[in-house]
C-alpha cells in the first residue's frame, strides 16, 4: 500500500456544486496533515492545514479521520477559480517522512 | 515580500553537463528542501536542511549535491546531468519540520 494515496480524477463538477475528496495514509504514527493547491505548470501553494477537531476556512471544510486514516476536502459553491490540482501532505515525523500524494484534478465546468 | 526564489526558470542541459538551480528564501526558515516533481508521482525529496551546515538526503539523492552555508541560501547542483533528471524542481522552506512549506515557482530542467 502506497504512503498516501488519493485518487487522481479528474473531477468535473458544476459551478456551485459540492465536491469532496478523500486522501489516505498508511502510516498510523504520522503527526501532521495538510492541503494544498497547485495549479497547472505552477508550484503548490498551501491550502489548509487540517487538525484533529477539523477547520473550516470559508468554503473549505477539512477534516481528520485518524481511526479510518484518511483526511478530507469538502468544497462547497464551487468557483471556477476553484479549478486545479490538490494536493495531500502527510508528515510522519521530520522532514524525511514528509509525504505528497499525487494530487486530486478539479475541473468546475461553467 | 519575495519569499522563496528560484532561478533558472527554465534550463536545457547536454547529458554530462553540470549546473547549479539557485534557491534563497527571505523568511529566515531553517528548515529547507529541493523536490522534484514527475508526471504521475507526488513530489519526491531530493535533499533537505535543517539549518545552516546541516544538509541530510531524501528520498532521490543520487546525482544531486547540497551545501547550506547560509539560512538564506540552499543551491542544488547537478553533477553530471541525465536525461533521467529532466523534471521540474521545487525548493521550499518552512519554520520547522511539521510546519507547512513554502514553495519557490520551480526550475523547469530538460536534460537532452
Known amino acids: 500500500r502506497k504512503e498516501v494515496e488519493q485518487d487522481p480524477g479528474p473531477f468535473n463538477v458544476p459551478e456551485g456544486a459540492t465536491v469532496a475528496f478523500n486522501c489516505t495514509y498508511s502510516?498510523?504514527?504520522?503527526?501532521?496533515f495538510f492541503w494544498y493547491r497547485q495549479d497547472c505548470r505552477k508550484e503548490p501553494k498551501l491550502l489548509m492545514s487540517v487538525y484533529s477537531s477539523g477547520n473550516e476556512d470559508g468554503r473549505f471544510t477539512a477534516q481528520l479521520n485518524r481511526a479510518s486514516q484518511y483526511i478530507s476536502l469538502l468544497i462547497r459553491d464551487s468557483k471556477l477559480s476553484d479549478s486545479a490540482t490538490y494536493l495531500c501532505?502527510?508528515?510522519?515525523?521530520?522532514?524525511?517522512?514528509?509525504?505528497f500524494g499525487i494530487g486530486t484534478k478539479l475541473q468546475v465546468i461553467p | 515580500n519575495a519569499g522563496v526564489t528560484q532561478t533558472p526558470k527554465f534550463q536545457v542541459l547536454k547529458t554530462g553537463q553540470s549546473m547549479t538551480l539557485q534557491c534563497a528564501q527571505d523568511m529566515n526558515h531553517e528548515y529547507m528542501s529541493w523536490y522534484r516533481q514527475d508526471p504521475g508521482m507526488g513530489l519526491r525529496l531530493i535533499h533537505y536542511s535543517v539549518g545552516a551546515g546541516i544538509t541530510d538526503q531524501g528520498e532521490v539523492p543520487n546525482g544531486y549535491n547540497v551545501s547550506r552555508s547560509t539560512t538564506e541560501d540552499f543551491p542544488l547542483r547537478l553533477l553530471s546531468a541525465a536525461p533521467s533528471q529532466t523534471s521540474v524542481y521545487f525548493c521550499a522552506s518552512s519554520y520547522g519540520s511539521n510546519q507547512p512549506q513554502h514553495f519557490g515557482d520551480g526550475t523547469r530542467l530538460s536534460i537532452l
Open positions: 501532505v502527510v508528515n510522519s515525523g521530520g522532514y524525511q517522512k514528509v509525504t
Open positions: 502510516n498510523s504514527a504520522s503527526q501532521s
